[in-house]
């Protein structure tokens, strides 16, 4: 009896069977090209001296070197996917596929899918309409001595869409690829935590030397430090959760071991979005997993090995008698506050009380009502904030806040002067013609929109920008309510859909996750082709879930 339910339980946790075609290979080793080699690429010059990789001019290039390499081999990935299906032939490809017909073909086609086409389509027409063409497509232009744009133009939103319909279809999970994101995560986090306190492994702070600016806010193989925020926010969720979700004890090591290297590197990173994302995604974790006391007990473990890490880099600061880069954002004052030490042992306690009631009852379920209070619980607290931050800024705007101030008091300075920018682009959006409030002015044109408003910037030490500092201003200020809306409904609906197939696929849950915390950092932080590309892949990742989930594996692999 005990052996038969073991085996249902089994079962039931385990990933859906899968088939493995050459199509399946090339994807998966597309995605782990993407998490090991792209993160620690930064620059290639082909000289002739070996090996080949410097570094000079890294820091300055990073941008550019990462978003050629995902070009790149999004491209080769691409171009050899079409050559498999059709060295088949299509008449093989619709025998085995059913799609005799348009509408075969259209069936196969998910909400998501339509999205995904609904809003390549509007950033086409808004590029196509564009009165800065070149900058809206190529997503960077050279005026004179400056460089404008982000690269995020209509050729990488294309790129973005093709790797889309490629992973949500010929994806398949394999462990090592998530072990391999790990390890490199890791690698990548203790890089940043060394160059936190000027100690440079790679060698990369070599030709700045005299370059304050560099020796504040860049670090690591990511550049500026709101990039690497980025990486973190899609990474960490990514480890934590495969930590609960392993069943094999070294891999769960390499996870925790990852995650407390990049909960380090998140500190001195120095950036407070990296905190709204990872408590977004621990937020989401702890409600999933509340009634489940085999997979709260690792949770629990994950979050005694997180507030475990912030103690030890305050420990390691105090060796190095605090000779590090300054640092004052909210994962910083963790580490220093004392009241982190209470909950590292509240943290510990649970994971242990837990483990015990699982080791004795392991078929354990708490009530039904649990998640439900949890969720309830979560949600008053982000409406207090949010009410708090209303009631401050327009009724109560004279009462002293103290550190409170650029959290709960939203006004031109908040958030290292956000508040300016995004109260301008809602200028700018009201002014817009109809046609633009629709579309947009065309990808990567905010520069030249909010120049007007340049002046607004300068009592803050700006003379300029061409982000909002919030992706979502951004896409409604460059592509419009429809653009904005087609986003939203295409990342939005894969998010629903891979949590939906948790139930069958509990790996799923590794897939969401970076989704729930990219997609609220968001809300402060920029679009960039660093973090952006690999979000990309987790959201067709929650598609291919689903699709799994409902058998609907059509086009590049098998059909159940």
């Known amino acids: 009896m005990n052996n038969s339910s073991s085996s249902v339980s089994k079962k039931k946790n385990s990933s859906p069977s899968q088939g493995f075609s050459l199509c399946n290979v090339m994807v998966n080793y597309f995605i782990l090209v993407m998490f090991v080699i792209f993160p620690l ?38 171009i050899g996917e079409i050559l498999l299906l059709f060295t088949e032939g299509s008449q093989k490809i619709r025998d085995k596929y059913n799609l005799h017909t348009r509408d075969d073909a259209l069936s196969k086609l998910s909400f998501t899918d339509w999205a995904v086409l609904a809003f390549l389509f509007t950033v086409s027409v808004s590029t196509i309409f564009s009165a800065y063409k070149e900058m809206a497509f190529f997503g960077e232009i050279t005026a004179g ?78 550049g500026n430090k709101n990039m690497y925020s980025t990486y973190i926010c899609v990474t960490l969720p990514v480890v934590f959760t495969m930590s609960v979700c392993t069943e094999k004890l070294v891999c769960r090591i390499v996870y925790l071991v990852s ?20 408590v977004a995604f621990l937020a989401v974790l702890l409600v999933i997993y509340s009634r489940d006391i085999s997979k709260l007990k690792k949770y629990f473990l994950g979050m005694t090995v997180i507030f475990a890490s912030l103690k030890l880099i305050g420990f390691i600061s105090k060796l190095a008698n605090d000779n590090h880069k300054e640092l004052s ?25 837990l483990f015990l009631l699982d080791f004795k009852n392991p078929e354990i379920k708490l009530p039904k009502v649990v998640p439900i209070v949890l969720a309830s619980l979560m ?55 109809i046609f633009d409030k629709l579309f947009g002015s065309g990808p990567e044109s905010f520069y030249y929109k909010f120049q007007p408003y340049f002046p607004d910037l300068y009592e803050f030490g700006d003379g300029s920008t061409d982000a909002a500092h919030n992706e979502y201003i951004q896409y409604l200020i460059n592509l419009g309510i429809l653009g904005l809306a087609s986003y939203l409904a295409f990342t939005g ?68």
């Open 41 to 78: 690429f930064v620059n290639l010059t082909f000289d002739g001296s070996f090996p080949f990789l410097h570094f000079d001019r890294g820091y300055y290039g990073i941008r550019h070197q990462k978003y050629y390499l995902f070009m790149i081999m999004g491209a080769i990935t691409v």
């Open 145 to 222: 001595s400056y460089t404008h744009g982000r690269n995020n133009g209509l050729m990488l939103f294309m790129m973005y869409a093709a790797v889309y319909f490629l992973v949500s279809r010929a994806y398949r999970y394999k462990e090592y690829i998530f072990v391999a994101l790990a390890i490199t995560s890791a690698f990548v986090g203790l890089v940043a935590v060394l160059n936190c306190f000027y100690i440079d492994p790679l060698n990369m702070f070599e030709r700045f030397v005299d370059d304050e600016k560099v020796f504040k806010d860049f670090i690591t193989t990511f």
């Open 259 to 278: 995650a407390a290297l990049s909960v380090m590197a998140m500190v001195v990173c120095d950036s407070d979005s990296a905190v709204l994302g990872t």
């Open 329 to 353: 954002a909210i994962p910083y004052k963790l580490m220093q506050a004392n009241f982190t030490y209470i909950l590292l042992i509240a943290a510990a306690v649970i994971t242990i009380v």
């Open 379 to 433: 949600i008053a607290a982000v409406v207090s904030v949010l009410g708090a931050m209303i009631y401050f800024s327009a009724i109560d705007t004279k009462t002293d806040l103290g550190s409170l101030e650029r959290l709960l008091r939203f006004n031109k300075a908040w958030g290292t002067h956000r508040g300016v920018m995004w109260i301008d682009s809602m200028k700018i959006f009201g002014d817009a013609s």
């Open 493 to 560: 609906s894969a998010l629903v859909r891979g949590i939906k197939a948790i139930k069958s696929n509990p790996i799923a849950l590794a897939y969401a996750a970076p989704v729930v915390a990219y997609l609220v950092q968001a809300f402060v932080n920029i679009s960039l082709p660093i973090g952006t590309p690999l979000f990309i892949i987790f959201v067709a990742m929650c598609e291919n879930a689903a699709r799994q989930n409902k058998f609907e594996l059509s086009f590049l692999g098998e059909k159940k």
